[in-house]
């Protein structure tokens, strides 16, 4: 059988099943072309010069690596002038991206992580891009960010792109979730995996275990617990896997199930956490969702919380339905 581009299978979804709009398969076309084209950078490294500190610093204070502008450039300059955006939200911008008035404008918001696990840049490690699309409302003429402060639940279109030892772009419309590898002879994703599913269960954890001084007791208790393996209450030995890109541990557990965890932490109380809600936690928790399993902030439904601004953070808890419900759990008891 021949193989399926990202072209054809969303043309599919638009003609067959009625799932998206041409302006949605447009964008999200788009998104796939400006993630071939950071892939291709990242694969140079050093010989590209695209590896280092750019020397600067974006709006949540983190110092910004050259990879952090060129993804966020490229997400901008092919997404601007379709028509099918009526602005952008991005980590490394401090307010929206309106679309100039040169170029039309469309119904959609797109967010994006350009450059997500930018430590592991340098290093070789897997990297990737997040995205996350909602539409525009469309009570009144204009955009401003209060139109991007919109629950998880309204997103309609969400993915990522990892850029690891293969570059797979991971997309959900609201119909399951599917996989597309890119083919670099052929310049094309092509889909390689449909109806991604999650198991239920599972024995590996992801968490960034230097914290544990800082963490919650609900936290605390669950990994304990894991650690305490076969002789301990949860009656297994646990395996721990921990890249630091997101998307690379979002990616390990769409293939074989898992949990990972950002909690919020003692370090910085004020904040929720360290991830963002509105181009992180979100998409990834709807993809997450699509295939079976579940994404908290270890109380509610990362989908159903409302945003109050545009970088805002939030705790995140995501994978295998069963461990997720048992941190959820575990904090809900403590707090009672
Ligand atoms: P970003 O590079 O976009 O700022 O995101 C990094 C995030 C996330 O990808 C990862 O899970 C986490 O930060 C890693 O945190 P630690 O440095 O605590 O490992
Ligand atoms: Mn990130
Ligand atoms: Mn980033």
């Known amino acids: ?35 071939k084209r950071i892939s291709h950078a990242v694969n140079k490294g050093a010989l590209g010069d695209v590896l280092g500190t750019a020397g600067s610093e974006n709006v949540q204070g983190e110092v910004q690596k050259k990879l952090d502008i060129i993804a966020n450039e490229v997400l901008i300059e092919a997404n601007e002038w379709g028509g099918h955006l009526a602005a952008m939200a991005s980590e490394e911008m401090d307010g929206i991206y309106l679309v100039p008035n040169r170029y039309p404008q469309g119904e959609y918001l797109l967010l994006f992580d350009p450059l997500d696990g930018s430590s592991n840049i340098d290093v070789n490690v897997s990297i990737g891009t997040i995205f996350s699309v909602l539409k525009k409302p469309e009570d009144h003429a204009g955009v401003s960010e209060q139109d991007f ?20 772009l991971v997309l959900t419309v609201g119909d399951g979730v599917a996989m597309f590898t890119l083919d670099r002879e052929q310049g094309s994703f092509f889909l390689t ?28 208790r669950y990994i304990d617990e894991c650690l305490a393996g076969k002789e301990g ?9 921990w890249v630091a890109s997101m998307v690379a541990d979002v990616h390990r557990i769409l293939t074989r199930g898992g949990i990972f965890m950002y909690p919020w932490d003692k ?8 991830l963002r809600l509105m181009y992180e936690a ?3 928790g709807w993809l997450i ?48």
């Open 267 to 274: 370090r910085e109380p004020d904040k929720p956490g360290k």
């Open 289 to 336: 969702e699509q295939a079976g399993g579940a994404a908290t902030d270890a109380r509610q439904r990362i989908l159903d919380i409302q945003p109050q601004k545009l970088h805002e953070r939030v705790s995140v808890v995501l994978g295998s339905k069963n461990e997720v419900e048992r941190v959820t759990r575990y904090h809900t008891e403590a707090s009672k």
């Open 233 to 241: 209450p949860r009656g297994k030995d646990f395996n721990m896997r």
């Open 1 to 35: 059988m021949s193989k399926i581009s990202l072209t054809r299978y969303l043309v599919e979804q638009q003609r067959v099943d009625g799932h998206i709009p041409s302006q949605l398969r447009l964008l999200i076309e788009v998104v796939a072309r400006a993630c």
């Open 193 to 220: 995996q449909e109806n991604v599913r999650i198991p239920e269960d599972t024995r590996e954890f992801a968490i960034n275990m230097s914290n544990v001084r800082h963490w919650d007791a609900p936290v605390k």
């Open 149 to 168: 402060l919109q629950c998880g639940n309204r997103q309609v279109a969400a993915g990522y792109c990892v850029y690891g030892p293969q570059t797979t």
């Open 282 to 284: 979100n998409p990834m």
